[in-house]
T-cell receptor
Framework: DAEITQSPRHKITETGRQVTLACHQT?????MFWYRQDLGHGLRLIHY???????NKGEVSDGYSVSRSNTEDLPLTLESAASSQTSVYFC?????????????FGEGSRLTVL | QKEVEQDPGPLSVPEGAIVSLNCTYS??????FMWYRQYSRKGPELLMY????GNKEDGRFTAQVDKSSKYISLFIRDSQPSDSATYLC?????????????FGKGTLLTVNP
């Protein structure tokens, strides 16, 4: 079965360190997204990609970067982790960008920045 | 005003109760309305979707859209403990280069046996 996997599922890091969260999908979807989910804020879009070598900023992109070198992977990098980036991060993919184009989410990566 | 407003709850009901979850929105361009269900420590999964105004039923779940009032609802009949989850509404415009998908903050529902 096709799926979307995130790693690591849990990570604790220190302020100032670089962190990379991996996302891998086997649906061959062109569209991939990174969200963070925080109490009181819901899901907020960080970065997204509509295809290989395409990346776009979402509503909370400061301090984050992504790269898309192939269809399957969209790693999210925190260049210099801050305590405000403690959150649960979800990767998602979709086949189409129209109407009710369903988003398929990974199980999340819980990041704690001390 | 936020584009999508959703009461975060929490909402606690006894098993068998009828549950009503709601969202309001301000963007008239939204035409597609979705409900995602998120179990604890899992990613959201699409539960139901509707296009424009009207009702859609799927088993114990009914999604309702009132575009004139900019109000959407999800009804759960005969609620079960397995329905305990966070429910997120989501809305999108018609697509194309200006595609926009917006989530509500989610409502935490607990169904007590």
């Amino acid at each position: 079965d096709a799926e979307i996997t995130q790693s690591p599922r849990h990570k604790i890091t220190e302020t100032g360190r670089q962190v990379t969260l991996a996302c891998h999908q086997t649906w061959n979807h062109n569209n991939m997204f990174w969200y963070r989910q925080d109490l009181g804020h819901g899901l907020r879009l960080i970065h997204y990609s509509y295809g290989v070598h395409d990346t776009n900023k979402g509503e909370v992109s400061d301090g984050y970067s992504v790269s898309r070198s192939n269809t399957e992977d969209l790693p999210l990098t925190l260049e210099s982790a801050a305590s405000s980036q403690t959150s649960v991060y979800f990767c998602a993919s979709s086949e189409r960008l129209a109407g009710t184009g369903e988003l398929f989410f990974g199980e999340g990566s819980r990041l704690t920045v001390l | 005003q936020k584009e999508v407003e959703q009461d975060p709850g929490p909402l606690s009901v006894p098993e068998g109760a009828i549950v009503s979850l709601n969202c309001t929105y301000s963007n008239s361009a939204f035409q597609y309305f979705m409900w995602y269900r998120q179990y604890s420590r899992k990613g959201p999964e699409l539960l139901m979707y509707t296009y424009s105004s009207g009702n859609k039923e799927d088993g114990r779940f009914t999604a309702q859209v009132d575009k004139s009032s900019k109000y959407i609802s999800l009804f759960i009949r005969d609620s079960q403990p397995s329905d305990s989850a966070t429910y997120l509404c989501a809305m999108s415009n018609s697509g194309g280069s200006n595609y926009k998908l917006t989530f509500g903050k989610g409502t935490l529902l607990t169904v007590n046996p």
